[in-house]
């Protein structure tokens, strides 16, 4: 009897699903635009590629959590725009504070883009209901920011990215083309001779590895920050995306630059926004001292974020940090000046989080803070348009690597990011999946059988003694001691040294066995992509030996231009150290100078 290659591959699947109770679809899901993620940037990419097509593009969001889960409705402060030009605001000094902000290593053409792009959609998202806070004249309400030289972080409460990611949400309801997989856990990319072919993933309530195909990609999985202990984002912000684009040969760039936010609440990490600065609230040290006067007098407590971070570590090796209940040293955010009033109708959200996860009302004291991860800067390498390098294959959002915030982003453009890209990609891979309408997606069966051995051989049947989730522990405390808001060579080889040896064990193994919401498995998945992730984060910070913006190395302290005005790209070399490389910056008109403030 004869078996073709079709039947084998059927057969061995009976067989696993008999023995190992996991069943393996080699039925796929096809789409014309797929879309991994569904945060800001996802809906607002689900969005455009559905308009764009009028109805006759086919979209899937898929993501790991439920929509309104994604890190993204956790965005507090604002989003940044320019809209009161008849007020004294202008576009070229937004784009020259994201440029000086981010220690000129944004790409000057990228930030630009951001900033004549964004006022549209803030009116936009208006128009399709975003409860925008007002002023009193009616118009839509902004508020101060760091390190912008006009108040343009536009705001809803200290709740910006969960009514944001509402309307979202609700206009995506408009479309009948766009299909939304909640809870289907993405693993890898499939590709064909340089050209995205689609995904595999698992679908969690049952269990099922899927195939998914589709002509056109865009990756929108968000920041990575989870890979420290002290951080400000959801549990699920691990660099799975990121993970997957660098596995199918892509650059990760810029890594190195990790934005510590100056007021993370202890003991828990979650964010106090800068919005209670915007607000008029100030950081004091245990003399009662203002002391942001000495690091950044004109700006003080409104510095960009690796200012205001640097200055609080320097007071605290100074001895004049308190200490916390939890062992930390810290400073406080004093907001008691503001009154009752002011801070129940503006942040209203982080006076609730002060008193359930501090035990302080911000009403009546100040609240004990310190410098908590808070966003990535870099990501999957992209161009202007958010281009990866493989065919068909985009990123967007924090994933993303567009190259706009540089060393250093300033607050509130990150939603402003999302919300630009996620429209431009979505655009872009729609037209680009009609372009090929009605033509086949071929994708080799190798590939998916390749990807399903790494996960169930490898992860889900795979052995060991390590708790692995002791190995996520101990991961997340060496990048908080070791790769902080100051650097030091000594300190990022042992680091390095460390994941490397966390690696090495044997850790990569799934107890619970079970199909439905395995969340264990996934887990270890996670884990997998943060230990290449850190490695990626420690070595790009070795190889750059200068400061600049968020990467503060006390033992080559200033800002190299002659040799580091370069983007850092890193290449997956299979297990083995990546490959790292450089890329040059885009200048348009804005030469480099001291950032002072
Ligand atoms: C607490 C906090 C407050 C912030 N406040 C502001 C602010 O006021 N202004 C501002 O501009 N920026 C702010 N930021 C930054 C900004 O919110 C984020 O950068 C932005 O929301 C990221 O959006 P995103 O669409 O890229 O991804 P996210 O919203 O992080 O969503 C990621 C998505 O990817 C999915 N995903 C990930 N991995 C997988 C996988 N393996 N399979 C399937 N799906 C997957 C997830 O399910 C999720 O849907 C804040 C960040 C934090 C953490």
């Given at each position: 009897?004869?078996?073709?290659?079709?039947?084998?591959?059927?057969?061995?699947?009976?067989?696993?699903?008999?023995?190992?109770?996991?069943?393996?679809?080699?039925?796929?899901?096809?789409?014309?635009?797929?879309?991994?993620?569904?945060?800001?940037?996802?809906?607002?990419?689900?969005?455009?590629?559905?308009?764009?097509?009028?109805?006759?593009?086919?979209?899937?969001?898929?993501?790991?959590?439920?929509?309104?889960?994604?890190?993204?409705?956790?965005?507090?402060?604002?989003?940044?725009?320019?809209?009161?030009?008849?007020?004294?605001?202008?576009?070229?000094?937004?784009?020259?504070?994201?440029?000086?902000?981010?220690?000129?290593?944004?790409?000057?053409?990228?930030?630009?883009?951001?900033?004549?792009?964004?006022?549209?959609?803030?009116?936009?998202?208006?128009?399709?209901?975003?409860?925008?806070?007002?002023?009193?004249?009616?118009?839509?309400?902004?508020?101060?920011?760091?390190?912008?030289?006009?108040?343009?972080?536009?705001?809803?409460?200290?709740?910006?990215?969960?009514?944001?990611?509402?309307?979202?949400?609700?206009?995506?309801?408009?479309?009948?083309?766009?299909?939304?997989?909640?809870?289907?856990?993405?693993?890898?990319?499939?590709?064909?001779?340089?050209?995205?072919?689609?995904?595999?993933?698992?679908?969690?309530?049952?269990?099922?590895?899927?195939?998914?195909?589709?002509?056109?990609?865009?990756?929108?999985?968000?920041?990575?920050?989870?890979?420290?202990?002290?951080?400000?984002?959801?549990?699920?912000?691990?660099?799975d995306g990121i993970d997957m684009a660098y596995r199918a040969g892509l650059a990760m760039k810029d890594m190195e630059f990790v934005q510590f936010h100056p007021t993370g609440i202890l003991?828990?990490?979650?964010?106090?926004?800068?919005?209670?600065?915007?607000?008029?609230?100030?950081?004091?040290?245990?003399?009662?001292?203002?002391?942001?006067?000495?690091?950044?007098?004109?700006?003080?407590?409104?510095?960009?974020?690796?200012?205001?971070?640097?200055?609080?570590?320097?007071?605290?090796?100074?001895?004049?940090?308190?200490?916390?209940?939890?062992?930390?040293?810290?400073?406080?955010?004093?907001?008691?000046?503001?009154?009752?009033?002011?801070?129940?109708?503006?942040?209203?959200?982080?006076?609730?989080?002060?008193?359930?996860?501090?035990?302080?009302?911000?009403?009546?004291?100040?609240?004990?803070?310190?410098?908590?991860?808070?966003?990535?800067?870099?990501?999957?390498?992209?161009?202007?348009?958010?281009?990866?390098?493989?065919?068909?294959?985009?990123?967007?959002?924090?994933?993303?690597?567009?190259?706009?915030?540089?060393?250093?982003?300033?607050?509130?453009?990150?939603?402003?990011?999302?919300?630009?890209?996620?429209?431009?990609?979505?655009?872009?891979?729609?037209?680009?999946?009609?372009?090929?309408?009605?033509?086949?997606?071929?994708?080799?069966?190798?590939?998916?059988?390749?990807?399903?051995?790494?996960?169930?051989?490898?992860?889900?049947?795979?052995?060991?003694?390590?708790?692995?989730?002791?190995?996520?522990?101990?991961?997340?405390?060496?990048?908080?001691?070791?790769?902080?808001?100051?650097?030091?060579?000594?300190?990022?080889?042992?680091?390095?040294?460390?994941?490397?040896?966390?690696?090495?064990?044997?850790?990569?193994?799934?107890?619970?066995?079970?199909k439905e919401y395995n969340t264990n498995f996934t887990n270890v998945m996670e884990i997998d992509a943060m230990l290449r992730t850190a490695e990626v984060v420690l070595m790009g910070a070795?190889?750059?030996?200068?400061?600049?913006?968020?990467?503060?190395?006390?033992?080559?302290?200033?800002?190299?231009?002659?040799?580091?005005?370069?983007?850092?790209?890193?290449?997956?070399?299979?297990?083995?150290?990546?490959?790292?490389?450089?890329?040059?910056?885009?200048?348009?008109?804005?030469?480099?100078?001291?950032?002072?403030?």
């Amino acid at each position: 009897m004869k078996f073709s290659h079709e039947s084998i591959i059927k057969y061995i699947c009976i067989i696993r699903i008999h023995v190992f109770g996991i069943k393996l679809v080699t039925d796929s899901i096809q789409h014309d635009v797929v879309i991994i993620g569904s945060g800001l940037a996802g809906l607002r990419a689900a969005i455009a590629a559905a308009a764009y097509g009028k109805g006759d593009t086919s979209i899937g969001v898929f993501s790991k959590v439920q929509v309104m889960r994604s890190h993204s409705v956790s965005a507090e402060g604002g989003t940044a725009a320019v809209l009161f030009e008849d007020e004294g605001d202008n576009i070229e000094s937004h784009i020259y504070d994201t440029i000086k902000g981010s220690d000129f290593l944004a790409d000057q053409d990228v930030a630009e883009r951001l900033v004549k792009t964004i006022p549209h959609e803030i009116y936009q998202l208006d128009h399709w209901g975003m409860p925008w806070s007002r002023r009193k004249d009616g118009r839509i309400g902004q508020r101060k920011f760091g390190g912008y030289s006009f108040p343009r972080a536009t705001y809803a409460q200290d709740k910006v990215g969960f009514y944001e990611m509402q309307t979202l949400y609700d206009t995506c309801q408009k479309y009948d083309n766009i299909n939304f997989y909640n809870e289907w856990y993405c693993t890898s990319i499939l590709k064909e001779n340089n050209l995205f072919r689609g995904l595999t993933a698992i679908e969690m309530k049952n269990g099922n590895f899927v195939k998914i195909k589709a002509p056109a990609g865009i990756i929108c999985t968000g920041g990575a920050g989870r890979i420290y202990s002290f951080s400000t984002y959801a549990y699920s912000s691990t660099p799975d995306g990121i993970d997957m684009a660098y596995r199918a040969g892509l650059a990760m760039k810029d890594m190195e630059f990790v934005q510590f936010h100056p007021t993370g609440i202890l003991p828990s990490g979650i964010l106090i926004t800068e919005g209670a600065r915007g607000e008029g609230g100030y950081l004091i040290n245990n003399q009662n001292e203002r002391f942001m006067k000495k690091y950044a007098p004109e700006k003080l407590e409104l510095a960009p974020r690796d200012v205001v971070s640097r200055s609080m570590i320097r007071e605290i090796q100074e001895g004049k940090g308190f200490k916390h209940e939890s062992g930390y040293d810290c400073l406080k955010l004093d907001l008691t000046h503001l009154g009752d009033e002011k801070i129940k109708e503006k942040l209203s959200g982080i006076r609730e989080i002060g008193i359930k996860f501090s035990g302080i009302d911000v009403i009546e004291a100040p609240i004990e803070i310190r410098p908590v991860c808070h966003y990535m800067m870099g990501g999957i390498h992209t161009d202007f348009d958010g281009k990866t390098e493989l065919g068909g294959l985009w990123a967007a959002g924090e994933a993303a690597c567009n190259s706009t915030h540089g060393a250093n982003r300033l607050g509130a453009n990150s939603t402003s990011e999302c919300i630009v890209w996620g429209r431009m990609t979505g655009e872009q891979a729609a037209q680009f999946a009609l372009d090929r309408k009605g033509s086949t997606i071929e994708i080799s069966h190798d590939q998916v059988l390749a990807e399903e051995k790494r996960i169930f051989d490898g992860i889900f049947r795979g052995r060991g003694q390590v708790n692995p989730y002791e190995v996520r522990k101990e991961l997340t405390d060496t990048m908080d001691d070791k790769a902080y808001v100051f650097r030091t060579e000594e300190t990022l080889v042992s680091g390095l040294k460390r994941i490397r040896e966390l690696k090495a064990l044997t850790w990569k193994h799934v107890d619970d066995k079970s199909k439905e919401y395995n969340t264990n498995f996934t887990n270890v998945m996670e884990i997998d992509a943060m230990l290449r992730t850190a490695e990626v984060v420690l070595m790009g910070a070795i190889n750059r030996k200068e400061s600049r913006g968020a990467h503060a190395r006390i033992d080559y302290s200033n800002r190299d231009d002659i040799n580091f005005l370069k983007h850092t790209l890193a290449y997956y070399n299979s297990e083995d150290e990546p490959r790292l490389t450089w890329h040059p910056v885009t200048f348009t008109r804005y030469a480099p100078v001291e950032r002072k403030y």
